[in-house]
């Protein structure tokens, strides 16, 4: 215990229970939660209407409903801020559990074909039944992600860890995406809009019921990762490693898969694919904590978390009254900070 105290740990329970928590990660995770925060004062100032500070205060008071202003802030940017920063924690989750399963750092719910299978299913839904409650939506689109991680399995031959199976995954996304089109051809003009918009991921139509379900979802996931923590760290290693430590691996890794499809089924269900962030997120935590378990998984949710935020915020504000979609500025967000984190690692 001493020799903990004396590194650069944090002993998070007592002194009998050894927790070391990097202080790095802890430092980190602390700018991260502020920065989300401030993120979302600035989301509430910023848009097509202008509101001013005093307004962003009336409604963190919880005085909705003072002005006009008030009112547009929490009916319109409210639900797309909170239900945009759940969906990227959500989805950066989902990312770091399946390249926990994977052992590659390019897996993620679209390099693995998952989002694309869950689209597919919704896209196939409104096609069938154009008026399917959203409630049924999040099963729709958990049966469509299931049932692809059960191909990529398949056609893996269970191998899920290492390139291969980000290869399989990729092939398979590329054939659901074909199938994407063909039903695209044949539906009627105002469903393709929707359905484009599901593909792009936009917070547009998100309300405070939906939001609000995002965020429980979201705490639900978040407790069960949480809960299995202790199997998180020892799995990041591998699966050799862990097995010699007592770790059960072949049912651990299905319930890591299954949390990470629990995790973006509701996403992708109400706001639509929002790609990258879990690949991102990662990647980019790693370079500032390294390493670290469980740690690396929540500070890569908070990262996830601001990605969202202002890939909305700008979307909504750059170019009004006209609105990008947030999935636009999420991709070209992450890809610039990916390229210049692979350029300064490789220097």
Not at 47 to 54: E, L, P
Not at 70 to 83: A, E, H, S, V
Not at 88 to 112: E, F, H, K, R
């Amino acid at each position: 215990m001493d020799s903990i105290k004396n590194q650069n740990f944090v002993v998070s329970i007592g002194d009998k229970v050894a927790l070391p928590i990097l202080k790095r990660s802890c430092v980190v995770g602390i700018v991260m939660l502020m920065t989300l925060v401030v993120s979302i004062f600035v989301g509430m100032k910023m848009g097509s209407v202008s509101v001013s500070w005093h307004d962003v205060w009336l409604v963190v008071r919880g005085d909705v409903h003072a002005n006009d202003a008030t009112q547009t802030i929490w009916q319109l940017r409210i639900p797309r801020l909170l239900g945009g920063m759940v969906a990227g924690m959500s989805m950066a989750l989902s990312g770091y559990m399946l390249q926990i399963i994977a052992q590659n750092a390019l897996a993620d719910p679209g390099v693995l074909g998952l989002s694309s299978g869950a689209v597919l299913f919704a896209i196939l839904a409104i096609f069938f039944t154009p008026h399917v409650p959203k409630e049924y939506m999040t099963a729709v689109t958990f049966l469509g992600a299931i049932i692809t991680g059960g191909m990529v399995v398949i056609v893996a031959n269970g191998n899920i860890q290492g390139a291969f199976v980000v290869l399989v995954g990729i092939a398979i996304s590329a054939v659901i995406g074909a199938v994407i089109d063909i039903v695209f051809s044949v539906m009627q003009f105002e469903d393709m809009i929707a359905t484009m918009a599901m593909i792009a991921g936009d917070f547009s139509y998100l309300s405070l019921s939906n939001t609000w379900f995002l965020v429980g979802w979201f705490f639900l996931c978040l407790g069960i990762f949480i809960g299995y923590c202790r199997l998180i760290n020892p799995l990041s290693l591998g699966a050799k490693q862990a097995s010699f430590l007592g770790i059960r691996v072949k049912s651990s890794l299905a319930v890591l898969l299954v949390l990470s499809i629990v995790a973006m089924a509701p996403v992708i269900a109400l706001v639509g694919a929002i790609g990258f962030v879990g690949l991102v997120a990662t990647f980019l935590t790693k370079n500032l904590i390294g390493y670290r378990g469980t740690e690396l998984g929540i500070v890569s949710m908070l990262l996830g978390g601001i990605m969202t935020v202002w890939a909305d915020t700008l979307g909504r504000t750059l170019f009004a009254p006209t609105m990008i979609h947030a999935g636009v500025f999420i991709a070209l967000i992450g890809g610039v900070f990916f390229v210049l984190f692979i350029y300064l690692g490789k220097r």
